[in-house]
């Protein structure tokens, strides 16, 4: 609890919990982004091309580790830590699989999705968020 003269920051979101460092680099990739393309023309892509561009940062880094070489974790067009591209693609798709739940290629990779969870006796078809964001599957009543 804090005393009279102190605000009270209990219950607050941690913004001082993100890295000056990280943040900077994050935002430093969305500013040659904007330059690169327009201003929030990520808002306009499909989805599918943010998860393939995260997973090309995701394994650049994972390459980076397994080869113990520092240099393959910076992007080659950006200079720019591949992790910061990660988190791009991370928040991109935070809010475009939200807006375009409805979006075919959304829709039929949700499907794909629940269907190999659905072959391997993981989901429960009453009890499924991605069944009901999908409206079901095809031929199941």
């Known amino acids: 609890m804090a005393t009279k003269r102190e605000k009270d920051t209990t219950d607050k979101i941690r913004f001082d919990l993100i890295g000056a460092e990280f943040d900077y680099e994050f935002a430093e990739v969305l500013t040659k982004g904007a330059a690169k393309y327009e201003e929030n023309a990520w808002r ?83 009890d499924n968020p991605i069944a009901e964001a999908i409206g079901g599957i095809p031929g199941k009543d």
């Not at 994972?62 to 720019?80: F, H, M, P, R, V």
């Not at 935070?94 to 829709?107: E, F, H, P, Q, T």
Request: charged content about 25%; glycine content about 4%.
């Open 44 to 126: 306009s892509n499909k989805v599918k091309h943010y998860i393939a561009a995260a997973r090309r940062h995701l394994n650049a880094i994972q390459e980076a580790i397994e080869t113990n070489d520092e240099s393959k974790l910076y992007d080659y067009e950006t200079g720019n830590h591949h992790s910061a591209h990660l988190a791009c693609n991370a928040m991109f798709l935070y809010y475009l699989a939200g807006l375009k739940i409805s979006d075919k290629d959304v829709r039929s990779e949700l499907k794909r999705a629940y269907i190999r969870e659905q072959t391997t006796g993981m989901m429960n078809m009453i």
